[in-house]
């Protein structure tokens, strides 16, 4: 009987975003007319029009303008800046260490505004002409400045994380945001490391490049041992145990660094330099982690926060005046009105379709194709990598996640893990050709045409597809660190 | 409509589908559906598919839904009558306050909100909602002085954590969770099967019960819809709400047994308090609706009855 | 009058969204600070939001910067571009006009007629739920502008 519904749904929906109606009006008018075949006329467009309000009406919502306000005020008060200079001291000296800088400053300024849109532009259009300095071709600083741009989707905070948990119907934002940290380092990790190889190639030829690649499975193979002496100590010690232990790793880690820094006294005057000048700014990952976890706000209140802080700080910088503020507020306007009218038309096209169990036939159809859970979230895996290449992230994650949260969780997939899983999808094809919004701000920073990145962009498109494969089949990559917090 | 034709009528609701209630309301269906022979049939849509309570009930009186089951505390933003429901002791014990919903109050109240566009069907018992804390038992209502404690979306309840001395801190259902694990507050009211079911037990380690209000559910359906049924679709309609309503009883008793026993198994200490001090640090709020004629009346009405 | 408009709408929007942040910063302050905390802050809250995210969208629409797959716009000729963006201006009027205006409409009004009122706060929903025929209006404006400047500059060339 729903036959008839689900056929004008799809039909309308593809129609209309071909011929290049808005996506949000695309949603909107196909869902209404969805509505129109099964309830009459004035009852149906009141309906979607509550809906619509309605919808808006979450306080989890809130942080996403709050997030883009943040970001915005860090990209004009002198935030970002500093923590390029800190990526810097990070790794500079290494091989193709500017695009690692790229990457870096793209993550930790991501992790910051939770935005990509606003970490390609705001680290892209400081990198770009850096990374042309240094001799590097404009495409592949975009490639590199495009992809590393998503990492901060998944490094908390981040509002695509925060719409997840809506369209689950409540899974944890704490949780979400503590799942996202070793995924989102893991694509950094991915992306640089292919960078890196490609430089290799180009300039010392095939067996070069080799070598360095048989570097990185050395890595990898570590990686995979503690891996495994982590689950081991998972399965045999205590909780207590476990959390010293990833406290003793954490301090080695510093100690390394240190260690590294102040073995050249040259370098680690300016190193410690721009460190202290970049600790305000990364204060502001600490507040906003630090302060939900403590308990004096939760998360959606740590978003204002983050305003306030963002704003305080750029004050102090003396890089923003009162006067920039109008400014720098209509334009966290204009991207909120964005979100927001793709999550009202989307809260409506979910209610008829919830109304006509066209997730259940979705699902049953699915699961009727195959029942090995595997399978299913490869096939999952590449019908959302597919809908990623047209569609962006906010209307995927609220259409799909309704449909297949219900069939992986059936199958003992934790909606944290898929979540996950979703949003490094969806990042993926938020870089992938044709269609995609950070894919157009990297290009329009770099002032490149989209086909001539396509070439650069590839090999880094496939290490971001495995690092997702990884994070697919492996859950303790992203419960692993919610789980020893105790979630 | 005419009676060759059949009709399907939708029901959404919030509740799990392991809800009592929920139960209840799917035997209302199966029994809608045997009393009509097919001709009249309920479809049950669980956990907010639809929307949220308050949501649903805007959609019963647009009219794209036919039935959903409200709480009464949600039920006030519709119309002043129901906010009786959710003063504190306002019925003496639970037989009382079963006479009031079988009697001719509890009737008048469901036929009261008919120039609002919904017609009340039966009432759900709900059990009574009582304080759970993180970490400071509850014994009198001093204890709760300085107490963050969450409250719905309700001004009737706000008063109510006033009254008793407590501060009233919003934060929504969705946020509670973390906010008990993180002590973003102290504390929560909630009736036992919704602490067992949301899990706040492993946060909250003490239950006081001292039951201040006794809210039941509402089961109302669409009067746009109501009045297209046939006499005898209604008289369906209503047997089936009236016999699903009795054995939600039961196995509302049951699964609130069952919750105290889980959540004392989960290492929760369920404290019994004296109410005394509790009724009578409440009564300046029960005065304070003298000057409402709706809720006074009703007020005197229910204390009327033995 | 556009520009009037625009300015205007500008100006609500910054207003409103400064006075989201200010309410949820008082929500957390007030905890910290009063005994007693505000207890309204979190619907107010909702409440901006719906407002900031629907005259928002209407203003986007205005600026026709909303997300959407052009490909089979940048391969058209001018000719067939412009059939196009017609094409496409009257589908967003419809719906702004059937499910924000007419839809909308409708909701404001009985919410109005059976005097819902908000939970917390006590203030008539129907006010809140304004906002979604006033974007209506905006938007089809908008697009109506759009169009008939699409129309005249198609005709000069
Ligand atoms: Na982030
Ligand atoms: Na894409």
Redesign the pocket.
């Given at each position: 009987m729903e036959f008839f519904e689900i056929f004008v749904l799809v039909f309308s929906f593809i129609i209309l975003l071909v011929i290049g109606v808005p996506i949000a009006f695309s949603i909107g008018i196909s869902g209404i007319l969805t509505m129109l075949v099964s309830i009459d006329m004035i009852p149906a467009l009141t309906t979607f029009s509550q809906r619509m309000a309605t919808g808006l009406d979450s306080f989890a919502l809130l942080a996403i303008p709050f997030f883009i306000l943040a970001g915005n005020i860090m990209n004009s008060g002198g935030i970002a800046i500093r923590l390029i200079d800190f990526a810097r001291i990070l790794v500079g000296g290494i091989p193709g260490g500017v695009a690692m800088v790229n990457v870096l400053a793209n993550m930790l300024f991501?992790?910051?505004?939770?935005s990509a849109a606003a970490s390609a532009s705001a680290i892209g259009s400081i990198m770009q002409p850096e990374m042309k300095k240094e001799g590097y071709p404009d495409n592949f600083s975009a490639a590199v400045n495009i992809t590393s741009a998503t990492t901060?989707?998944s490094?908390?905070?981040?509002n695509i994380l925060i719409v997840y948990s809506l369209a689950s119907g409540g899974v944890s934002i704490t949780a979400l945001f503590l799942a996202g940290y070793l995924p989102g380092i893991l694509t950094g990790l991915g992306i640089i490391i292919t960078a890196i190889t490609m430089l290799i190639y180009k300039r010392s030829g095939t067996k070069a490049a080799m070598r360095a690649l048989g570097i990185v499975t050395l890595i990898a193979v570590g990686i995979v041992a503690a891996y495994k002496g982590v689950s081991f100590s998972r399965a045999n010690f205590s909780a207590g145990l476990n959390r010293v232990l990833l406290y003793l790793v954490v301090a080695a880690f510093a100690v390394w660094a240190v260690i590294k820094t102040i073995r050249n006294k040259e370098k680690a005057k300016v190193g410690t330099k721009k460190f202290l000048d970049a600790i305000p700014s990364l204060l502001m990952l600490v507040i906003v982690i630090g302060g939900i976890v403590a308990g004096f706000f939760t998360a959606t209140e740590a978003s204002a926060i983050a305003v306030l802080y963002a704003l305080v700080l750029s004050f102090i910088y003396r890089q923003i005046k009162i006067k920039d503020l109008p400014d720098i507020f209509l334009r966290s306007v204009k991207t909120t009105g964005v979100v927001m009218l793709l999550v009202a038309t989307c809260l409506g096209l979910s209610w008829i379709m919830a109304y006509e169990n066209i997730p259940q036939n979705v699902s049953e159809g699915l699961l009727s194709v195959t029942s090995n859970p595997f399978m299913i979230l490869l096939i999952i895996n590449m019908i959302l990598l597919f809908v990623g290449v047209f569609m962006d992230m906010t209307p995927a994650v609220l259409i799909f996640t309704p449909i297949f949260l219900p069939i992986v969780t059936a199958m003992g997939v934790d909606p944290i893990h898929f979540g996950i899983i979703m949003v490094l999808n969806l990042s993926v094809g938020l870089c992938t050709p044709p269609v995609g919004s950070v894919l157009f701000i990297g290009c329009s920073v770099a002032g490149l045409s989209i086909d001539k990145v396509i070439k650069p962009l590839l090999p880094m498109f496939i290490a971001m597809v495995i690092v997702l494969l990884l994070v697919t089949y492996i859950p303790d990559i992203s419960l692993w660190l919610p789980k020893s917090l105790g979630f | 409509s005419t009676h060759s034709e059949k009709t399907e009528l939708k029901l959404a609701h919030g509740l799990p589908t392991d809800h009592p209630v929920h139960k209840a309301m799917m035997f209302m269906a199966q029994r809608c559906s045997e009393l009509s022979d097919g001709q009249l049939t309920i479809e049950v849509y669980p956990a907010e598919q639809l929307g949220s309570e308050q949501q649903c009930v805007e959609l019963v009186q647009i009219g794209s839904l036919a039935i959903t089951k409200v709480s009464a505390a949600v039920m006030e933003s519709f119309t002043d009558a129901y906010k009786v429901f959710g003063l504190p002791y306002i019925f003496k014990s639970k037989e009382h306050s079963f006479k009031i919903m079988d009697g001719e109050i509890g009737k008048d109240l469901l036929l009261s909100t008919e120039d609002k566009w919904i017609r009340g069907l039966t009432y759900y018992d709900a059990g009574s909602r009582s304080f759970y804390t993180i970490d400071k038992p509850i014994h009198t209502p001093d204890d709760l002085a300085g107490l963050k404690i969450r409250v719905m979306r309700s001004i009737t309840a706000v008063e109510m954590i006033r009254a008793l001395g407590g501060s009233a801190t919003p934060i929504s259902w969705g946020e509670l969770y973390t906010a008990l694990q993180s002590g973003v507050v102290d504390g929560a009211e909630n009736n036992p099967p919704s602490l067992y079911t949301s899990r706040h037990y492993e946060v909250c380690k003490y239950y006081s019960l001292d039951e201040h209000t006794t809210i039941p559910d509402v089961l109302v359906v669409s009067k746009i819809i109501w009045d297209k049924l046939s006499e005898q679709e209604q008289e369906w309609l209503q047997q089936a709400a009236d016999e699903s309503a009795v054995l939600e009883r039961k196995l509302w008793a049951e699964s609130e047994k069952e919750s105290l026993e889980e959540v004392q198994k989960a290492g929760v200490e369920v404290i019994y308090p004296d109410k005394a001090p509790f009724i009578e640090k409440v009564q300046p709020l029960l005065e304070s609706y003298k000057d409402n004629e709706v809720i006074y009346s009703y007020i005197k009405r229910i204390q009327a009855v033995k | 009058m556009r520009k009037t408009i625009d300015k205007a709408l500008e100006w609500v929007l910054v207003f409103l969204l400064s006075v989201l942040v200010l309410d949820v910063l008082w929500q957390v302050a007030s905890r910290y600070i009063l005994n007693s905390p505000s207890s309204y802050t979190d619907e107010l809250a909702g409440y901006l939001l719906i407002w900031v995210g629907l005259l928002g969208a209407a203003y986007v629409a205005g600026k026709r910067e909303h997300l959407a797959i052009d490909l089979l716009l940048q391969k058209s000729s001018p000719e067939r571009k412009f059939k196009l963006e017609i094409f496409i201006s009257v589908v967003v009027i419809l719906f702004a006009i059937t499910v924000m205006i007419v839809g909308g409409s409708w909701l404001v009004y009985t919410r109005f007629y059976l005097s819902v009122k908000s939970a917390a706060l006590g203030m008539p929903l129907g006010a809140v739920y304004l906002v979604l025929p006033l974007s209506g209006i905006l938007i089809a404006y908008f697009d109506i502008d759009n169009m008939y400047n699409m129309v005249k500059s198609n005709r000069k060339n």
């Open positions: 991501g992790a910051i505004s939770g901060g989707l490094i908390p905070p981040s | - | -």
